[in-house]
Every structure is written in C-alpha cells, then in structure tokens.
C-alpha cells in the first residue's frame, strides 16, 4: 500500500513558478514509478509527466515540455513537479499517482493522491 498527499498548490500569475510536492507512505515508494496528472471538473484526467523508480527516465506530455520537471528523492519518499512559465490554461487539480510501470496511461496506476489545485491567473 502507499498513501499520497499533494502540496504546493495556490494562486500565481501567468510566467510564474510553483513546485508542488507528493509525499508517499510506505516503504516501498522507490519501487513505483510516479507519474503526474492533471483534471479540470467535468473532463478526462489529462497526463502530465511521469518518472521511472530510480529517476533515470522522464517523459513529459508535450503541452508542458521545456517548463515542467519532474525529480524524486526516495530517500525522502518524495516526488516533486516543478512548473515554469505557468499559463492560465494550466489550471488544473494536479494529481500525483503510482504505477509499477513508467507510463502515461491513469488506468496502470494503482495509487493517487487527493489532488491539489493549482490556478493561474492571467
């Protein structure tokens, strides 16, 4: 099992930055891979970004490509998503979830976090 809890969500102005934070539970968060995802009400979860077990591979969708970054610290149980160049179409309730695999598809992740909402104005 592992639990996951969003943070660093809030407000900020189009070109602005934020990081948000995914803490996990459990003592087997090195073995998942993480991904990211985002969901606007009413609409389909939408892939962000996702990071294999040891950090060694990212993949991004293309939408966020150049100015979002996905890290981890297992040591830390932590997977970050780092956001640049914040748009106002990026608003979204960003999700963190695990997988055994390093995909882009929600259906193969076992795990999710609340969310935490993320809004940027323009």
């Known amino acids: 099992q592992v639990q996951l809890v969003e943070s660093g969500g809030g407000l900020v102005q189009a070109g602005g930055s934020l990081k948000l934070s995914c803490a996990a539970s459990g003592r087997t968060f090195s073995r998942y891979a993480m991904g990211w995802f985002r969901q606007a009400p009413g609409k389909e979860r939408e892939f962000v970004g996702a990071?294999?077990?040891?950090?060694?591979?990212?993949f991004y969708a293309d939408s966020v490509k150049g100015r979002f970054t996905i890290s981890r610290d297992n040591a830390k149980n932590t997977v970050y998503l780092q956001m640049n160049s914040l748009k106002p179409e990026d608003t979204f309730v960003y999700y963190c979830?695990?997988?055994?695999?390093?995909?882009?598809?929600?259906?193969?992740?076992?795990?999710w976090g609340q969310g935490t909402q993320v809004t940027v104005s323009s």
């Open positions: 990071i294999s077990w040891s950090g060694g591979y990212r």
């Open positions: 979830a695990a997988s055994e695999r390093t995909t882009r598809n929600p259906d193969e992740y076992d795990y």
